[in-house]
């Protein structure tokens, strides 16, 4: 199947960008890796009468160090981050190897992958946990949302329609912070069937726990992150993650919920080693 036809702008810079969104009343869709919006394009899912390219917009492509934090512009590719040498932040380069192989990572963005929303990708997940901002360009100029609160469910997020993902802020980890990602797929380059994020950053007075591949967003696990923060991998057990589990995700089915319990305690676990 082919997609329905459209036009194709390439805007100058992000306000013709935000522009010419504005400008369409729903009718227009940013176009960033065309990793997932190409296929739902040709599968006719989607049928924006205007794609407006922001893959190409040099302040969307830059990874810049601003001391406390790095900032990576919406438009940066997944290989980007995997090649950038992000000093405090080398975790980044950690979740983008692992997504999908390396023609997917060429061309999908970070920015298309946090719009797009998918439940069981990877930014959406890591972000959060790594208390990560979001930085938005609308009409009405910039805002900012944590991580966390970006993703509304399945395919859904904070984003109206004449709104763009322009970069994202990641805090620098301290010297001392302890890491731990970990996602169960059946093939290397699919998507997981579960996944989690552990961050404990004592110096920064951050205890982040997070799973992903859910049905809607990832969710946190506060109480066991607390936990962990105060006795570490003791507070890590079948029992503590299934009760932890059960309050975020209640209802999910029994083989899910094994994968995702052995999914937080490995990522706990590699967090420790
Ligand atoms: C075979 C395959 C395997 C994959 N495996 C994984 C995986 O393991 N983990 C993972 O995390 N991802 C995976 N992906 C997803 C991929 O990594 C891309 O991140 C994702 O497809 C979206 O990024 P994109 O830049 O291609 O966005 P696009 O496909 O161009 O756009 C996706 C959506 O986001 C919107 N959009 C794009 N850019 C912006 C922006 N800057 N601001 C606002 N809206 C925007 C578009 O309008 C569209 O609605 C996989 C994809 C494929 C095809």
Known sequence: MKAAAFEYLKPQDVPGAVKALAGSAGDAKPLGGGQSLGPMLNLRLARPKLLVDVSRLEAMRTIEDKGAFWRIG???????????????????????????????????TIGGSLAHADPAADWPLALPALAATIVIAGPAGERSVPAGKFMKGAFA???AEDELVVAV????????????????????????????AMLM???????????GALDGAP?????????????????????????????AVPGQEPV?????????????QKGFN
């Open 74 to 108: 919406g438009a940066v590719t997944h290989s980007a981050i995997e090649d950038a040498n992000l000093a405090g932040c080398t975790v980044m380069s950690d979740v983008a190897r692992n997504i999908a192989y390396r023609t997917i990572r060429n061309r999908g």
């Open 157 to 159: 997020t904070e984003l």
């Open 169 to 196: 802020e990641v805090p620098k980890l301290s010297p001392g912070a302890r890491w731990g990602y970990w996602k169960f797929c059946r093939k290397t380059g699919e998507f997981p069937e579960a996944s989690a």
């Open 201 to 211: 950053d004592p110096e920064r007075k951050l205890a982040r726990l997070w799973v």
């Open 219 to 247: 969710q946190s696990l506060d109480a066991l992150a607390a936990d962990i923060a105060m006795r570490g991998t003791q507070a890590v057990s079948e029992t503590s993650v299934s009760a932890a589990l059960d309050l």
């Open 256 to 268: 899910s919920r094994r994968l995702h319990v052995t999914a937080v305690r490995r990522a706990v």
